[in-house]
């Protein structure tokens, strides 16, 4: 069974720092791309930042030169780096990952349980 956890969440100052970890567990073939999300209540899940499995990178305009989105291959993980936090960052931050779990099946969108940053003004 294919899970993604995620690590790295928590209460920070604006203006600070954080870094969440997400890695895929269990048995799968390969993994294709893989990203972050973030969710606040009441709005739509947005895209945060993906990097596809050639080490192409995409981040929505609102966290370009704040956060950055690195991935380990062999260990199947990605981190999102933030900095410069804003309290318009706070929300539900999801790990999402494009994963081929056989040879001869197709690719499964998997996400991870969430993980809560919240940024006090």
């Known amino acids: 069974q294919v899970q993604l956890v995620e690590s790295g969440g928590g209460l920070v100052q604006a203006g600070g720092s954080l870094r969440l970890t997400c890695a895929a567990s269990?048995?799968?073939?390969?993994?294709?791309?893989m990203g972050w999300y973030r969710q606040d209540p009441g709005k739509e899940r947005e895209l945060v930042a993906v990097v596809t499995s050639g080490g192409s990178t995409n981040y929505a305009d609102s966290v370009k030169g704040r956060f950055t989105i690195s991935r380990e291959y062999a260990k199947n993980t990605v981190d999102l780096e933030m900095n410069s936090l804003l309290f318009e960052d706070t929300a539900v931050y999801y790990c999402?990952?494009?994963?081929?779990?056989?040879?001869?099946?197709?690719?499964?969108?998997?996400w991870g349980q969430g993980t809560q940053v919240t940024v006090s003004s």
């Open positions: 999402n990952a494009d994963i081929r779990p056989t040879t001869w099946g197709g690719v499964v969108i998997y």
């Open positions: 269990g048995s799968f073939f390969s993994v294709n791309a």
